[in-house]
């Protein structure tokens, strides 16, 4: 059974930070990219950015400059470190890690964490 544990979501002003944390378990046998999707009331789950074992990572126009990935392939964990954060960001944001659990490589979601940027 695969877990994904994430922290660090909460409530935050306009302008302040944030720093998302998800740690996959360790049963994997191989993960290739990991990532942060979010959703907002109404709204589609949206690629928020991902980055992959080897480093190269991909964001979101919208959040370009001011969110970072970040992850330890020796820990299976990612790290979304959110800056100048806007009321637009207000979701819930999941992990996700596309790996090979047992034989097929597939999409884990984490269970989700709130985010909510106030004016």
């Known amino acids: 059974q695969v877990q994904l544990v994430e922290s660090g979501g909460g409530l935050v002003q306009a302008g302040g930070s944030l720093r998302l944390s998800c740690a996959a378990s360790?049963?994997?046998?191989?993960?290739?990219?990991m990532g942060w999707y979010r959703q907002a009331p109404g709204k589609q789950r949206e690629l928020v950015a991902s980055?992959?074992?080897?480093?190269?990572?991909n964001y979101a126009d919208s959040v370009k400059g001011r969110f970072t990935i970040a992850r330890d392939n020796a820990k299976n964990t990612v790290d979304l470190q959110m800056n100048s954060l806007k009321r637009g960001d207000t979701a819930v944001y999941y992990c996700?890690?596309?790996?090979?659990?047992?034989?097929?490589?597939?999409?884990?979601w984490g269970q989700g964490t709130q985010v909510t940027v106030s004016s």
């Open positions: 360790r049963n994997f046998k191989s993960i290739n990219v």
């Open positions: 980055i992959t074992s080897g480093g190269r990572t």
């Open positions: 996700i890690v596309q790996g090979v659990y047992r034989v097929f490589r597939s999409d884990y």
